[in-house]
């Protein structure tokens, strides 16, 4: 890749890899950051009860959470945008910290429920950070390379996070569960200050703070609307109503808001683009399918197959294995080729088979057959995963990449939200109605509380009962899977309208002579 720079770091030339390494190590220490938490908390979360109390509450320390990062997700695109994306990194990164610190302080359900907000608003410029830096410093011919990297964090994240957060729980209480944040994000801190120099911008123009608002309670109500329907309130409740006309009202606004608004949080032009608009789709579906089978997959192999829970992160590595696998394939293909069309194309095909294949599991299934099932889905998700933020950043304009990478991955955490609602919901009614026929009326009482049991509840479980169990999972896989293959043909046929437009950058010409880039990528200053 060639740097251009004013600096005196421009003459070390020879030193420049490794400076956009170390900054790309602190980039994925970040990203690891946002990804990492709610799966370390996840396994901590009975301790943590045990301890605060609050147990009806319990379901506000991931809310929380995910609400705030939902809703900051596109302001922290846009401040970077307008002010300088380095600066704004940093201060996602610091008021990360500071919601861990105070996390792993807190002295009640309510103090942490708060903390967890605060974090929260720090992880939605994580995300959205680490793809508009890597978007400014790479160009989008060379930005394949990296997608392995990227996709390697992810997989760490979903495997080791379970693993990790037990071992923190057991060994050292379940603060450590927070506070551990603390050292990994004072390295990137560190070296992304030391390292990254990004021109510097003061934009003349005000933050857009109506619409800012309004695409604020959208999204809230949205989240919320996902998360309660079907728990905590049924889907025809009067509160699910509201929140719905609510978020429908908040979103017109907003997209009445942001055609007159100076200097709109999202600015409409950017989904002229189609290709733009096909990542959106496309990355909304990944998001559905890839939450709603990690949720889901670990259930299925628990209950039925009878694998261990202390070990659920590993009974994903098929998937996530081969998503890997995948992911760097393509991004090499990208960068060597610049083609990117067949991608997305082939990627949905096999999400879609994949997803057919696990709909078939019953309680007969072996452990290997659902691996190799996996690994089908983790193919099509390897496809689709990193390649829908090239696309959409080469899509635009360099001023809009921080609206553009925290767009998609908005679009991306919504569907995870759908994905996960609307995929429970239909599981968990397909397990009440197959434990109602086969259970009897113990069968009933026994999920009329829950739909997924533990371990120790299943134990606990008469065998009859327990056998009606295993098949009502079955079903329910079957149900919630089979809905996943139906909405990934969306993400097929949207990809089939992709254009394959030249991507930005340097690449390899017939005459092995590269490119000229773009534009000057930002200085990187040499170590």
Known sequence: MTETTDTPAADAGEKQPKSVRVVLLALMIAMMLAMLDNMIIGTAMPTIVGELGGLEHLSWVVTAYTLATAASTPLWGKLGDMYGRKGTFLSSIVIFLIGSALSGMAQNMGELIGFRAVQGLGAGGLMVGVMAIIGDL???????????????????????????????TDNWGWRWAFYINLPLGVVALVAVTAVLHLPKKRSQARIDYLGAALLTVGITAIVLVTTWGGTEYAW???????????????????????TRAAEPVVPLHIFRSANFTLMSV???????????ATLFLPLYQQSVQGASATN???????????????????????????KYKVFPVLGSALMIVGLYLLSTMDTGTSRLTSG?????????????????????????????MGVASSSTTLFRTLGSSFGVAIMGALFNNRVQDVMAERGGALGSKVTEQSAQLDAKS???LPVLVREAYQHAVSAGTHS??????????????AAVFVKEVPLKGAGPKEDGTADAPAAQPPVVEAV
């Open 282 to 292: 496309i990355g909304f579906i990944t998001g559905f399918v890839m939450f709603g």
């Open 458 to 460: 299943l134990e606990k």
């Open 236 to 258: 025809s409740s009067a509160r699910i109503m509201e929140l719905i006309g609510i978020g429908v009202a908040a979103l017109v606004g907003f997209v009445f808001w942001q």
């Open 312 to 338: 659920s992160g590993l009974l994903l590595l098929p998937m996530l294995g081969a998503m890997l696998v995948t992911s760097m394939v393509a991004g090499r293909v990208t960068t060597n080729t610049g």
């Open 480 to 493: 919630a899977f089979l809905l996943g293959a139906v909405v990934a043909v969306i993400a097929l046929a």
């Open 138 to 168: 790479i160009p989008p011919r060379e930005r394949g390379k990296y997608q392995g990297m990227m996709a390697g964090v992810m997989a760490l994240a979903m495997i080791g996070g379970p693993l990790v957060g037990g071992t923190i």
């Open 372 to 400: 190799i099932f996996m690994a089908v889905v983790g193919l099509g998700m390897g496809c689709l995963m990193q390649i829908t933020m090239l696309v959409a950043q080469n899509s635009v304009e360099m001023k809009d």
